[in-house]
């Protein structure tokens, strides 16, 4: 059975950081598209904004919105995959999701079966 569970979101205040963990069990992250999501209240999962990615080849992807402030990584032989997040604005607050794609190859990620159940993230101003 595959499971991914994410800990570490909470309450900053503005300017803070939080780093996000997601560790996965039935799967390991090689050869998969790995990425975080987060959910904007009264949005559905999938509508909701890829802030970071990492691809089959290991290529790392931001939204303009977390460019140079937020870090994905993995860490393969854990099976763990993180969010390091700084300099946190209000506008950041949202539920972050973890997931990932089917093993293979190519570098496209069209799709994440496998979700996690979800962080909230909350930045106080």
């Known amino acids: 059975q595959v499971q991914l569970v994410e800990s570490g979101g909470g309450s900053v205040q503005t300017g803070g950081s939080l780093t996000l963990s997601c560790v996965a069990s039935?799967?390991?992250?090689?050869?998969?598209?790995t990425t975080w999501f987060r959910q904007d209240p009264g949005k559905k999962r999938e509508e909701g904004e890829e802030v970071a990615r990492i691809d089959r080849k290991g290529v790392l992807r931001y939204a303009d919105s977390a460019n140079g402030r937020f870090t994905i990584s993995q860490d393969n032989a854990k099976n763990i995959l993180y969010l390091h997040m700084n300099n946190l604005q209000p506008e950041d607050s949202a539920m972050y999701y973890c997931?990932?794609?089917?093993?293979?190859?190519?570098?496209?990620?069209?799709?994440?079966?496998?979700w996690g159940q979800g962080a909230q993230v909350t930045v106080a101003s």
């Open positions: 039935g799967l390991t992250y090689n050869r998969r598209c």
């Open positions: 997931a990932t794609t089917g093993s293979g190859w190519s570098s496209e990620c069209p799709s994440y079966p496998y």
